[in-house]
């Protein structure tokens, strides 16, 4: 069992930065895929970004276009800990951010990938 927990969103200005951060539990964490996952009121869940183990220490990181150049999501295996930076935050990235973990391979960019998801964390952006 895996639980994750999110931290760090709020209310930032258009054009201001953001950390998040999600604290995760779990023996394996290093070879998890780990996703960022964001709602909007009125919408559907749709995939940030993601970083995903290739073996070793080798992971790979993939955007959604419309956060590329601004968004940077990094993972600290000894702490087990999972950060999104956001930065040149956009009033169109307001949304309840969710941090979520797949033990078992599948596609990075699909919610019904992963296994294991944290409660989410609202995040703000006035302009």
């Known amino acids: 069992q895996v639980q994750l927990v999110e931290s760090g969103g709020g209310l930032v200005q258009a054009g201001g930065s953001l950390r998040l951060s999600c604290a995760a539990s779990?023996?394996?964490?290093?070879?998890?895929?780990m996703g960022w996952f964001r709602q909007a009121p009125g919408k559907e869940r749709v995939f940030v970004a993601a970083?995903?183990?290739?073996?070793?220490?080798?992971?790979?990181?993939y955007y959604t276009d419309s956060v590329k150049g601004r968004f940077i999501i990094s993972r600290d295996n000894a702490k087990k800990m999972v950060y999104l930076q956001m930065n040149s935050v956009k009033p169109e990235d307001t949304a309840v951010y969710y941090c979520?973990?797949?033990?078992?391979?599948?596609?990075?960019?699909?919610?019904?990938?992963?296994?294991?998801w944290g409660q989410g964390t609202q995040v703000t952006v006035s302009s």
């Open positions: 979520a973990a797949n033990d078992y391979g599948g596609a990075y960019y699909q919610s019904g990938t992963y296994r294991y």
């Open positions: 779990g023996r394996t964490f290093s070879s998890y895929t």
């Open positions: 970083l995903t183990w290739s073996g070793g220490s080798t992971y790979y990181t």
